[in-house]
């Protein structure tokens, strides 16, 4: 219930910059214009449930608070964070008397993703019999945490980051509101739209902070940062964020790409990422997608989490630096890791067959009367040092599950492989 004083109490720009309108949303057209999924379904005056899905500031509360004037439903905000059973329990008691009284809720809930899977079960029968129209916001990824069950009743619609034209709009409306430009010289503009990093209610915020300067010689791009704090990157070390990044730079180096590989490590950086785990996933890179392409790769990458264990960061940062650079630029190569997934597809399908007995150590007398060792040829012994005998299981055919690829060292390997093939050929016509 608001008080006699609420309207002269001060109020943030980003508030009273909020849009009145669908319409005068930036930076969501392909949610919200006329085509978009949630403008055609406004338009008719009905919505169904829904999860907004999308990085902060990028205008899920307010579309929610929209989509409720535009569709007349009771607006029921509530957060996940302060809210337990017995607040969800008030709020689908005063739905179902509202709906019995031929009015509908539409329920807002904020950082949906923080409720447990009990709490999110509870929505499912007001959902489902439309007590409630549900309009869950998230900067989690849905897919995982979320239960399928209410997934399945909802829509997901993901919002944009904003980009720099949806960031430029903000600050000309704030200026038109303050009717004034902001104290920025133009390379100082651009700077504070890069600082906001796509939140345009931390854009606002800042804008605020250089209103309240008042009237000031225009900022350069230093003056503007000794004011204003640059937002820190969108990095969540336990959730989507890290395994996005840790993706993009492994997929960077495979498409040997080393500056993008380049880029993805430094923002993984600058989200606080452990470097350990970094180069962890690099030594993981060299033998998955290298290989013997280029044996080295796997040096090069211990030696860089080994560099780095000694003299931990920042220094040690930079030997992380050079082993992406090498493998980056190293052929590539997955012939080792389908190598092991052929080995281990036949070893699951012939299970506890024995090696031939020919190449069994025989310590024992019954163990050579079994006639374990016999017939094994001493490959060392032979001119070519190669016997050419067969090492796998007994009436099992030869299976080739190396294949050697025609980049960098791998074309030497394969001309080994050859050489013995041509022998092992060759003796068996003996």
Known sequence: MSTLFEAEAPRPLADRLRPTALEQVVGQDHLLGHEGPIGRAAATGRIQSMILWGPPGSGKTTIARLLS????????????????????????????????????????????????????????????????????????????????????????????????????????????????????????????????DGDGRFLLNMAETLFELGMHPPLDPAALAAIVQRRLPLYDKAQEGHYNLISALHKSLRGSDTDAALYWFARMMAGGEDPRYVARRLTRFAVEDIGLADPQALVQSLAAWETYERLGSPEGELALVQCIIYLGTAPKSNATYKAHGAAAEIAR???????????????????????????????????????????????MARRQLYRPGERGFEREVAKRLE????????????
């Open 69 to 196: 004037d535009r569709t007349k439903l009771h607006f029921e905000p509530l957060s996940a964070v302060f809210s337990g059973v017995a607040d969800l329990r008030r709020v689908f008691d005063a739905a179902r008397k509202r709906r019995g009284m031929g009015e509908g809720t539409l329920l807002f809930v904020d950082e949906i993703h923080r409720f447990n899977r009990a709490q999110q079960d509870s929505f499912l029968p007001y959902v489902e019999d439309g007590t409630v129209v549900l309009i869950g916001a998230t900067t989690e990824n849905p897919s995982f945490e979320l239960i399928a069950p209410l997934l399945s009743r909802c829509q997901v619609h993901v919002l944009k980051r904003h980009d720099d034209a949806a960031l430029g709009e903000l600050l000309g409306r704030a200026e038109a509101l303050m009717k004034r430009p902001l104290p920025l010289q133009p390379e100082a503009r651009i700077a504070l739209t890069a600082m906001a």
């Open 349 to 395: 399908d012939t299970g506890s067959v024995m090696p031939p007995k020919h190449i069994l150590n025989a310590p024992t007398k019954l163990m050579k009367d079994l006639g374990y060792g016999t017939d094994y040829v001493y490959d060392h012994d032979t001119e070519e040092g190669f016997s050419g005998q067969s090492y796998f299981p007994d009436g």
């Open 419 to 430: 050489y013995w093939n041509k022998l092992r050929d060759a003796k068996a016509k003996d």
